[in-house]
């Protein structure tokens, strides 16, 4: 069992930074991906940002340029640093972990991201 505590969500102003962390705990398991997905209310979950195998990177079309996914593999922890923020960036943001083997897609409890003036 992989356990994801999720932390650094907030209010910002427009054109502000904020960086979401996520742990991992457990034992048992390997870390094949790490990623963020974000659902803003009354839209599906989507996609952020992932890295795989430590280094792989893939970006949501809207994040690009903005967002930055990183990991500290000695402490299973991905970062992701969000600069320049948007309104449209709201959202509650959850991190994903995918075991190496079982392929298992373990989710955080959501760190709520909210951009306003």
């Known amino acids: 069992q992989v356990q994801l505590v999720e932390s650094g969500g907030g209010l910002v102003q427009p054109g502000g930074s904020l960086r979401l962390s996520c742990a991992a705990s457990?034992?048992?398991?390997?870390?094949?991906?790490m990623g963020w997905y974000r659902q803003a209310p009354g839209k599906q979950r989507d996609l952020v940002a992932r890295?795989?195998?430590?280094?792989?990177?893939d970006y949501a079309d809207s994040v690009k340029g903005r967002f930055t996914i990183s990991t500290d593999n000695a402490k299973n922890t991905v970062y992701l640093q969000m600069n320049n923020l948007k309104p449209e960036d709201t959202a509650i943001y959850y991190c994903?972990?995918?075991?190496?083997?079982?392929?298992?897609?373990?989710w955080g409890q959501g760190t709520q991201v909210t951009v306003a003036s």
């Open positions: 994903t972990v995918e075991a190496l083997g079982t392929w298992l897609l373990y």
């Open positions: 457990g034992s048992g398991f390997s870390i094949y991906s």
């Open positions: 890295i795989t195998g430590g280094s792989k990177t």
